[in-house]
């Protein structure tokens, strides 16, 4: 028991530091983190292909629900505590993105998840669902971001090195998390839907 509590704490501080070291290297995964300068080129590198899909299921005008769905042949990667039963985790790491009625793109809203969870595999063909822990009150357009590994051997040197990869282990972390993107939705400041 004291094992399992030290691994999850290790893998929750690992988690932590590796998003604060990639967001200087525009790679935020499992932080809700500012991160003004990732380029759409870079988005365009790691976005996830069509096996992958985050979509909408529950919207409200104080609520988001969303299903995080796998529907490749192997298994992802994500940041989350699984459910004990059914498919619904209580939390799910992800980032906000607001487009401001002023603005073309994109960017990074919110403040970061101070402790997230550790790698957990979503299986071949199955789903997570999972709600925001706060739906956005500002104007704006907006779209939820989730980070996630295909390569099982990145999602073991991260579990196995936690605080200690080396730069070039980092990298390859990094290189190895894509994203996906939900639909956008608006904040619960604008009147309508579009």
């Known amino acids: 028991m004291f ?8 893998g929750l501080a690992f988690v932590v530091t590796a998003c604060a ?4 290297r525009n790679s935020a995964v499992a932080m809700n983190a500012p991160s003004n300068a990732i380029s759409p ?6 976005m996830a292909s069509s096996d992958v899909s985050l979509r ?3 919207r409200t005008t104080e609520s988001l629900s969303l299903e ?40 990074e809203f919110g403040e970061g998840f101070h402790h997230v969870p550790n790698l957990h595999p979503i299986k071949s063909q199955s789903a997570v669902t999972f709600s925001l822990v706060q739906y956005p009150k500002d104007v704006g357009e907006y779209r939820v971001q989730v980070g996630y590994y295909e390569d099982d051997d990145v999602c073991r040197m991260i579990s196995e090195r936690l605080t200690e990869m080396s730069d070039a282990e980092r990298k390859r972390a990094d290189e190895g998390r894509k994203y996906v993107f939900s639909d ?11």
């Open 3 to 10: 094992a399992q509590k030290l691994i999850y704490v290790l």
């Open 21 to 24: 070291n990639s967001r200087d």
């Open 41 to 46: 080129s870079r988005i365009q590198t790691v």
């Open 56 to 58: 909408i299921v529950l």
């Open 68 to 107: 995080l769905r796998n529907n490749s042949d192997h298994p992802i990667f994500v940041s989350y505590v699984p459910p004990e039963k059914g498919s619904t985790t209580s939390f799910l790491s992800y980032s906000l993105q607001i487009k401001t009625p002023e603005a073309t793109d994109f960017r």
């Open 184 to 194: 956008s939705f608006l904040g619960s400041g604008m009147r309508k839907n579009r």
